[in-house]
T-cell receptor
């Protein structure tokens, strides 16, 4: 069935360092890959996404890369700040109002 | 604020009871999705409605049902509740055909005692 694996489950970094979270998907028909940030008790918030016709997308300190051949995509956060501390979820879908299949989440802690 | 609203924010009820969760999508969004978030299962897709009709089903229990009304708001009905149904229930909405982004509501925290 459809599955998204996400690693690592926890990640601790020093403020100013970079953080990388990796995901692998199983459904070869997936063509849309969003990343959500979720703070404790809050809603998942869309922070960046990428479609399969693009290999990389950047928005200020965050970037996402996609390797369709290997079926994996990654989130890169540079110059991390304490407010980046949260749980990050990757997801995959076939786009066009299709459901999201989520990874298991990565708890990122940024220490000052 | 995503523009998606959910009520109630918190719900505490007993095993065997039935509850209804409500979601109003962003203005103009035709598609509503329901997701369940529990500690051991992560974010799981339950069901999707598009313009009033069921579009897709995930691992939704038979005790659970949903509908989308003509004004596009949606309700998720959970019956014969069990302790394991305790979770955060989110709805998300997206615009229309060709739309990819889903925006989540604040969620309803259900506690079954």
């Amino acid at each position: 069935g459809e599955n998204v694996e996400q690693h690592p489950s926890t990640l601790s970094v020093q403020e100013g360092d970079s953080a990388v979270i990796k995901c692998t998907y199983s459904d070869s028909a997936s063509n849309y890959f969003p990343w959500y940030k979720q703070e404790l008790g809050k809603r998942p918030q869309l922070i960046i996404d990428i479609r399969s016709n693009v290999g990389e997308k950047k928005d200020q300190r965050i970037a996402v890369t996609l390797n369709k051949t290997a079926k994996h995509f990654s989130l890169h956060i540079t110059e991390t700040q304490p407010e980046d501390s949260a749980v990050y979820f990757c997801a995959a879908s076939r786009g066009n109002t299709d459901k999201l299949i989520f990874g298991t989440g990565t708890r990122l802690q940024v220490f000052p | 604020d995503s523009g998606v609203t959910q009520t109630p924010k918190h719900l505490i009820t007993a095993t065997g009871q039935r509850v209804t969760l409500r979601c109003s999508p962003r203005s103009g969004d035709l598609s509503v999705y329901w997701y369940q978030q529990s500690l051991d299962q992560g974010l799981q897709f339950l069901i999707q409605y598009y313009n009033g009709e069921e579009r897709a089903k995930g691992n939704i229990l038979e005790r659970f049902s949903a509908q989308q009304f003509p004004d596009l708001h949606s309700e998720l009905n959970l019956s014969s509740l069990e302790l394991g149904d305790s979770a955060l229930y989110f709805c998300a909405s997206s615009v229309a055909e060709g739309s990819y982004e889903q925006y989540f509501g604040p969620g309803t925290r259900l506690t079954v005692t």
